[in-house]
């Protein structure tokens, strides 16, 4: 069952898990299940994606349940009047905060302005030798992309050389090996963790918020991290 964390007679939106495909997709190949389906299985009901989600990110996922309301939660994304907050776990001890303004060539090869704020929560250094380092440094951050490209925060991170950890195309595979043989875990650790916008009928601000999995806690407990906040 998909959690559920805010539901209307207009909106829904749930804590999607990692590894579950919001719809079928070409550059994602094929799966078993979709979050469209298996949602509109659980409350019987079409439903209607407004945003996505990487296959590998998990967290607030927000559907409409008419076309209406599509319209105009759609123009809402695309005026930017929606806030999206991300927490990522990164290789290395980032800047206190930063702007990435740097442009993404999307899969059609068309290349396009892309802009994420970012400011550091947490570091954590941990007696794990990778290559000439005798331990490994990480930072986690909360992420607030103003644009919304494919893969963009993926990129933007890999950009300064600040990878996610558990990320395979964009991120460091030696480092993602090293954790895989080291703790048995993969995970790739980002995770949409807030929504913010205007209700669409009331107008009234929402805020939904998606605690983070057990898997992401399990590296923030490796690194120290407290993650309490986002487990709720």
């Not at 749930?14 to 299985?41: M, R």
């Not at 991300?86 to 999307?106: H, M």
Request: proline content about 3%; aromatic content about 10%.
């Amino acid at each position: 069952m998909l959690e559920i964390l805010y539901r209307d007679e207009h909106l829904i939106a749930i804590n999607k898990p990692s590894g579950l495909l919001v719809h079928k997709s070409f550059y994602a190949g094929e799966a078993d299940t979709y979050a469209i389906q298996e949602l509109k299985k659980q409350i019987g009901q079409k439903v209607y994606p407004v945003h996505r989600l990487d296959r590998k990110t998990s967290g607030v996922l927000l559907f409409t349940l008419d076309k209406d309301t599509l319209r105009i939660m759609s123009e809402q994304f695309a005026s930017r009047d929606v806030e999206k907050k991300y927490l990522a776990i990164l290789r290395g001890w980032t800047k206190e905060e930063e702007t990435i303004d740097y442009d993404l060539v999307n899969e059609n090869e068309v290349t396009q302005n892309a802009v994420t704020y970012y400011r550091r929560l947490q570091t954590s250094e941990i007696d794990l030798p990778f290559l000439k380092h005798q331990t490994s440094r990480y930072s986690l951050v909360e992420a607030i992309p103003e644009t919304g490209r494919f893969h963009q925060l993926r990129k933007h991170f890999k950009h300064i050389l600040h990878p996610i950890l558990g990320c395979r195309k964009h991120g460091c595979n030696k480092q993602n090996k090293l954790w895989l043989q080291t703790f048995d875990i993969n995970k790739m650790t980002l995770h949409a963790h807030q929504l913010i916008f205007n209700h669409p009928v009331s107008k009234e601000r929402i805020t939904i918020n998606a605690a983070i999995d057990e898997e992401f806690k399990r590296v923030g407990d490796i690194l120290n991290f407290d993650l309490s906040v986002y487990s709720s």
